[in-house]
């Protein structure tokens, strides 16, 4: 059965203090992984898909990589504004799953 | 308006009662979604419509019951719920689903509570 575990379940870091959230996975054949972000009481705003490993995107400070079995959202230089709830969310030839997030507080 | 929409933005209901969520995307997409978002638990996704056709069912019990009269609004109805479906109910919307899910814009959910 597929799976998407992520960790850490909540991160709290200073501001400028570069960081790394883990997306592990198991699936039966990837066709995309994505990853969200989500700030209280609003629905999920899309970042980036990643579709085979070796693969990365950036906007801003985030930036996305991709193995065959786990991706890495990584927060350089984060600001306050950065805090939110990281989602990663897998398909393969199954549903979609998404992970548990993690919630990250950036203090300055 | 613009993006995708949601109403009512809050419900709460008796186990009795029917009820029913709309949603209203204004992006010109062709594929809707409806998720489950409860606390501590990874969000689930319910159905999948494509072009107005139901694509996924992922399980749902029978007493949520989606309809897509065309491929701006999608509507949930609800009846004789439990207090587990107490939650956040999401609707996405993307350019069709084709080989993959690709990006999807979330409305703003609908907080649910079922007394």
């Known amino acids: 059965e597929d799976q998407v575990t992520q960790s850490p379940e909540a991160l709290r870091l200073q501001e400028g203090e570069s960081s790394s959230l883990n997306c592990s996975y198991t699936v039966s054949g990837l066709r995309g992984l994505f990853w969200y972000r989500q700030d209280p009481g609003k629905g999920p705003e899309f970042l980036f898909t990643l579709y085979s490993a070796g693969e990365e995107k950036e906007k801003e400070r985030l930036k996305a990589t991709l193995t065959k079995k786990e991706s890495f959202l990584h927060i350089t230089a984060p600001k306050p504004e950065d805090s939110a709830t990281y989602l990663c969310a897998v398909q393969g030839w199954g549903k979609l799953q998404f992970g548990a997030g993690t919630q990250v507080v950036v203090t300055p | 308006e613009t993006g995708v929409t949601q109403t009512p933005r809050h419900l709460v209901m008796g186990m009795t009662n029917k009820k029913s969520l709309k949603c209203e995307q204004h992006l010109g997409h062709n594929a809707m979604y409806w998720y489950k978002q409860s606390a501590k638990k990874p969000l689930e996704l319910m159905f999948v419509y494509n072009f107005k056709e139901q694509t996924e069912n992922n399980s749902v019990p029978s007493r949520f019951s989606p309809e897509c009269p065309n491929s701006s609004h999608l509507f949930l109805h609800l009846h004789t719920l439990q207090p587990e479906d107490s939650a956040l109910y999401l609707c996405?919307?993307?350019?069709?689903?084709?080989?993959?899910?690709?990006?999807?814009?979330f409305g703003p959910g609908t907080r649910l509570t079922v007394l």
């Open positions: 996405a919307s993307s350019p069709a689903t084709s080989v993959s899910y690709n990006e999807q814009f």
